[in-house]
């Protein structure tokens, strides 16, 4: 079982940066992809960011290309959103999730964060 704990939300201005991270709790942690997703009221889940866990290659939405960057540390089985200039329409729940396969379906991922809410006003 692996659990999945995000922290680095909170309120921002436009322009503003953030750094989210995903911190794994498991006996052993390696799966092929981490990603990230973003949720607002009423809205099924966007895909934001995946990564390949062992390569560290990336992906990201078209919506956030430029802006933000995943990266990741093997080591502390932990998984990092940089965001920066920061949107009012980035405000949402981020959530991490690790699964199998790198893929922009939620549902491809086996488990989820909680997630942490991120603001951003004009």
């Known amino acids: 079982q692996v659990r999945l704990v995000e922290s680095g939300g909170g309120l921002a201005q436009a322009g503003d940066s953030l750094r989210l991270s995903c911190v794994a709790s498991a006996r052993t942690f390696s799966p092929y992809a981490v990603a990230w997703f973003r949720q607002t009221p009423g809205k099924e889940r966007e895909f934001v960011s995946s990564i390949k866990w062992s390569a560290g290659d990336t992906w990201y939405a078209d919506s956030v290309k430029g802006r933000f960057i995943m990266s990741r540390d093997n080591s502390k089985n932990t998984a990092y959103l940089q965001m920066n200039s920061l949107k009012p329409e980035d405000t949402a729940v981020y959530l991490c999730?690790?699964?199998?396969?790198?893929?922009?379906?939620?549902?491809?991922?086996?488990?989820w964060g909680q997630g942490t809410q991120v603001t951003v006003s004009s």
């Open positions: 999730a690790s699964g199998t396969m790198v893929a922009r379906n939620p549902r491809s991922y086996d488990f």
